[in-house]
């Protein structure tokens, strides 16, 4: 920002002087300059804007003395000026067009009080110093507080607050069942209550009901809201979105959201909500880790008691796998059990060697013949099982063998969708198809996006999200991209108007703006009436029209015409003019149509 004296205020200033008049500058100009960078110096030279970019006058409001060398000036746009954009202010006298000072500043809005949404209020002040300036502005009254803006300090006051509370709350906190979301039917109610959100303190007064959701969130939406004269307070709205992140509306006001639930595909809840405040949390999650080290303590083993402490042996014998080996000792034969002879005791058993060759001593050559024959060959690898379904059937594998005739190849298995009744798809693939199926309801919002157009022919309830195009006006708050497309904040009327496809330079409808309306018109309509035709005998041709005209009688009357002073008997015609004999007509030109209503997406 830069501002400067101008060099037509000094030879002014002088005049005024040496006339003994005081130096006034009673006039404040507002403009927009395009192109305007703030940061360069300002010639002293430079001229009041031309006026086309001129956007607002006003008068000095406050004057007052800072010292015997310095004087202020101070404005203050109320929130009944705007609406408007300006970078360049001005301090003038108003009765000679005389600038006095100059300053050149980043581009800012100013916002008018409309239509339900508040406005700003901005003050400005020049510090104007100059040799005797107290004596020659003839002001005396010492400046006070009026002239200091003080906007930038609150706002940076309320921020600190902010992010203090933040660090205390963090992104969110919520306590006890504020803000939950209770589901009941198709219908869910968010439960009131206080909460933190983005730092800011605010409270949802009432219990607040939602409609149908599926597959989306709702967020808890919070707004510090106010001006220089007002009451600043927080505002909490309750907004279902699929997904919202901070942001500053129309009138400059910052927006902290966080989702506080969730819908799946069934309408089912998720809860989002933080509980508490940070050190809440940190208390809970030792809570938590302490109650985990107490179950690990009592659930272990003390190392001193070497398995004495083992609750159920039994059990854990089975885990550990030695269940068989207990059972085999159970019943284990002690070595010196072990006899090294034959004989008849029911206690001892006989070794190996005594047994291998007490049988080897017994058996004939056509008893080995007969045992061999009974064994299967290694070398013939189950080729030599007399009945291999009996065989399967042993060995527990039946099931195995059917399951394997009726499965499907490994080649028959598919990674894409299609209409085979053969091929199957695979798991990853199906997944995959399913988890990208939409519900109804997203299906109809992606078809027709925001703005879009939908024709609806029933007295049925409009569809959610959508408008009729009735030249209504919307909430801008509540429809954040509508406005994008609509920025009058006007839906169009399209009531009792069919539409036509824009010419767009093909020449058959020329001159046409997109969105405009048109007044109905028929085609040139033409006929012909031939005159001084007559018939052999003299008689009028009745048959001397075409297209829209036509005789609707014709007679014989008598009369002194022309030279003649004795009557004359002559013929006449009345011919009639109607479109009707060429096409159809009403109390409107139209063509073939049904009545439908126009309906607009709103979000």
Do not use: C
């Not at 001129?54 to 203050?76: C, D, F, M, P």
């Not at 607040?208 to 919070?222: C, G, I």
């Not at 013949?369 to 399967?392: H, M």
């Amino acid at each position: 920002m830069s501002s400067v004296i101008t060099l037509d205020f000094e030879k002014w200033k002088a005049q005024q002087t040496a006339a003994g008049n005081p130096v006034v500058l009673d006039e404040f100009v507002f403009a927009y300059v395009p192109n305007l960078d703030p940061s360069q110096a300002i010639s002293r030279d430079e001229k009041l804007p031309a006026a086309n970019h001129i956007v607002h006058r006003q008068a000095v409001n406050k004057t007052g003395l800072a010292s015997e060398n310095a004087v202020a000036y101070s404005v203050t746009l109320g929130t009944d000026v705007g609406h408007f954009d300006f970078n360049w202010i001005g301090l003038l006298n108003k009765a000679s067009g005389t600038i006095g000072m100059i300053t050149h500043a980043p581009t800012q809005k100013k916002i008018k009080t409309a239509n339900g949404l508040q406005g700003n209020v901005l003050t400005r002040s020049f510090l104007l110093e100059f040799e005797g300036a107290a004596k020659e502005t003839a002001i005396t009254t010492t400046a006070e507080t009026w002239q200091i803006d003080f906007t930038a300090r609150l706002t940076g006051m309320d921020d600190m607050q902010r992010l203090i509370n933040t660090d205390s709350y963090g992104e969110a906190a919520f306590f006890g069942d504020s803000f939950a979301v209770i589901r009941n039917g198709d219908q869910y109610t968010v439960k009131k209550g206080l909460a933190y959100v983005g730092g800011l303190r605010g409270v949802l007064e009432f219990d607040q009901t939602l409609s149908y959701m599926r597959n989306t969130r709702v967020y808890a939406d919070f707004s510090y809201q106010g001006n220089l004269v007002s009451q600043w307070k927080t505002v909490v709205k309750i907004t279902v979105a699929n997904d919202l992140k901070n942001y500053v509306d129309v009138a400059g006001y910052p927006h902290y959201v966080f989702a506080i639930a969730q819908t799946d595909g069934n309408g089912d809840i998720m809860d989002l909500r933080s509980q508490g405040t940070l050190s809440d949390r940190d208390i809970a999650d030792i809570q938590k880790q302490l109650s985990a080290v107490k179950e690990n303590i009592n659930s272990r083993l003390a190392k001193s008691q070497n398995g004495a402490d083992i609750e159920n042996k039994q059990v854990f014998v089975y885990n550990l796998g030695l269940t068989d080996t207990v059972d085999m000792a159970a019943s284990a034969i002690p070595k010196s059990s072990i006899a090294q002879h034959s004989g008849n005791s029911e206690k001892l058993v006989m070794s190996q060697y005594v047994t291998t060759r007490l049988i080897s001593e017994r058996i004939t050559k056509s008893d080995a013949i007969l045992l061999a024959n009974r064994r299967l060959e290694k070398s013939q690898n189950g080729a030599d099982i007399p009945d291999k379904k009996v065989f399967v059937k042993n060995i527990g594998l039946e099931k195995t063998v059917e399951l394997a005739a009726n499965a499907i190849p490994e080649s028959s298995i598919v990674h894409r969708s299609g209409d085979s009744q053969e091929l199957v798809m695979s798991q990853q693939v199906t997944t995959r198809l399913i988890s990208e199926r939409m519900t109804k309801e997203e299906a109809v919002l992606l078809a027709v996006p925001v703005g879009g157009i939908l024709i609806w022919g029933s007295p049925a309830a409009y569809p959610k999200n959508y408008m009729p195009a009735f030249g209504q006006q919307f909430d801008p708050f509540e429809n954040p991209e509508l406005v994008k497309i609509y920025p009058s904040g006007r839906l169009p009327d399209y009531r009792g108007y069919v539409p036509r496809g824009w010419d767009e330079k093909r020449k058959i409808d020329s001159g046409r703006v997109l969105g405009s309306f048109q007044e109905d018109a028929i085609r040139e309509i033409t006929g012909v009436i031939r005159t001084g035709s007559r018939k052999i005998d003299g008689s009028p041709d009745i048959d001397n029209t075409t297209g829209a005209f036509s005789t609707i009688s014709t007679g014989t009357e008598i009369a002194v015409y022309g030279r003649s002073e004795s009557p004359n008997a002559y013929t006449y015609e009345d011919k009639e003019f109607r479109a009707s004999h060429v096409v159809p007509t009403a109390h409107e030109n139209r063509m073939k149509n049904v009545a439908v209503i126009f309906l607009v997406r709103t979000r």
